[in-house]
């Protein structure tokens, strides 16, 4: 590793050396903010835009009606110190319209810089390439409102946007995972996701422990990517905001090369948040290329060095820029979110699997938030059937699109599963395509269920 690399704040001389050591130490002051607010023990309110001083302020502020607020409070302190991804029902209210299989389509939006990696000739490009797709994503990730878990089986399917088919489906509930397969002409992407929480009191911690890998397929490289944490703040009290410090880094398995880049934590009157610093490397761990810039805007590189500086006679350029956003947009959806959601993006013969036919999230969209949580809830209910129903029979799940492995792999959060693309799909889908069916999807009752006949 470079002696001057982002996250080593006190390295010599190099270009992001004093910026990261500065906002380092604003963010250690930051995590010291008010605790044990208005008499509630536990209790961390933080304002991004401000300091440790008007945090009793910004604790009455958020989307909680008082009373129902110091009603979870009191529900939800049990919880802490727990992993509460899938032993806490919550409400509807804090939900938006879309599922955690959805979510993950949405690094699609900006899948064209994949396609530009794969084109290159440049070996440190591709990885400027490369790593900007993974940053792009994260503008998605601050939205504030919990995604469906999706029912065990639950699929969801895009078709040919920009060129690529996407598949995800649930398969395992307790611990929930998803797997996710994506391929262009240019590349595959395959994700196994298992997520991992720690509730804190006012705020969460999101460890995303899963793999991601893209194949570029010109030249068979495979690239790996582990992503930083996410942090959720101010659940109850206060406005929700969402931080992810910490490293990304993404390595190339076929030549070594790889990208670290340092996502600076928010400090005290929101300095250095959405800030992103880092080095393509090559297989020495010499920098080739710096990166700067905010996950929540743009990206830009610059060659360098050795020691980490800008070449002479060299510019920063940028490699991604956030696309126009809906203004005013009540879940902060970007235009693609909307695609997502939309069955203008849905194939022909959609599997009746797919989270767009949730009844609770269409309801949740058409604004029911009443019919929502009861359509919600008795999913729910069926969901625990079923599982009663297999316990009976002595049988397990088999997920139809992904093949479990032998393969455990390590990761900085605790091993991981992996699931792998069958090929399935694939065939399922060629056949779909050229069938005459033209049922209308919105027709197609949501039906993710393993026993057509269980009455709950």
Excluded at 124 to 131: F, H, L
Excluded at 146 to 164: D, S
Aim: with cysteine; proline share 6%; net charge negative.
């Amino acid at each position: 590793m470079a002696p001057n690399d982002p996250k080593n704040g006190g390295g010599g001389g190099g270009f992001f050396a004093s910026l990261a050591s500065s906002i380092s130490n604003l963010g250690s002051a930051m995590t010291k903010s008010v605790n044990g607010l208005v008499g509630y023990e536990g209790l961390e309110v933080i304002n991004p835009e401000g300091s440790t001083e008007d945090a009793a302020e910004e604790a009455n502020r958020g989307r909680w009606k008082q009373e129902d607020r110091d009603g979870y409070w009191k529900m939800m302190q049990k919880y802490i110190g727990s992993d509460v991804t899938s032993m806490v029902t919550l409400p509807v209210i804090i939900f938006e319209p879309m599922t955690m299989l959805q979510k993950m389509a949405e690094l699609m939006e900006y899948s064209h810089l994949l396609d530009m990696a794969d084109q290159t000739e440049d070996p440190y490009m591709r990885m400027v390439y490369a790593s900007s797709w993974a940053i792009s994503v994260y503008y998605a990730f601050q939205r504030t409102w919990k995604p469906f878990n999706p029912i065990l089986g639950e699929t969801y399917e895009m078709a040919n946007y920009n060129g690529v088919n996407f598949i995800s489906e649930q398969v395992s509930h307790h611990p929930p995972m998803s797997a996710g397969h994506a391929e262009n002409e240019h590349f595959t992407y395959d994700c196994t996701s298992k997520l991992k929480t720690k509730f804190l009191g006012n705020s969460i911690d999101v460890y995303p422990v899963g793999r991601t890998r893209v194949t570029l397929k010109r030249d068979g490289v495979v690239l790996d990517l582990v992503p930083p944490l996410t942090k959720v703040h101010n659940l109850i009290f206060g406005r929700t905001w969402v931080d992810s410090p910490g490293e990304m880094i993404m390595t190339n398995l076929t030549t070594g090369d790889k990208v670290v880049l340092y996502f600076q934590p928010c400090g005290w009157f929101g300095s250095g948040r959405y800030e992103v610093d880092g080095y393509v490397y090559n297989a020495s761990e010499e920098p080739k290329i710096l990166m700067t810039g905010k996950w929540n805007e743009s990206m830009s590189y610059q060659q360098c060095d050795g020691e980490g500086e800008p070449l002479p006679g060299t510019e920063l350029k940028e490699v991604w820029k956030l696309a126009d956003v809906p203004k005013d947009d009540k879940y902060q959806y970007t235009h693609f979110a909307h695609k997502i959601n939309s069955f203008d993006t849905a194939p022909k013969k959609l599997l009746p699997s797919d989270s767009r036919l949730r009844p609770d999230r269409y309801a949740l969209e058409m604004g029911d938030m009443s019919k929502s949580g009861y359509e919600k809830s008795s999913m729910e209910d069926r969901q625990r059937a079923e599982k009663r129903t297999r316990e009976e029979k002595g049988q397990s799940f088999t997920p139809k699109w992904f093949d479990i492995t032998e393969e455990v792999t390590p990761t900085p959060w605790g091993d991981l599963e992996v699931y792998q693309f069958n090929g399935k799909y694939s065939e399922h889908r060629e056949a779909a395509d050229s069938s005459e069916d033209n049922t209308d999807p919105k027709s197609i009752q949501f039906n993710p269920w393993q026993f057509q006949d269980l009455s709950t």
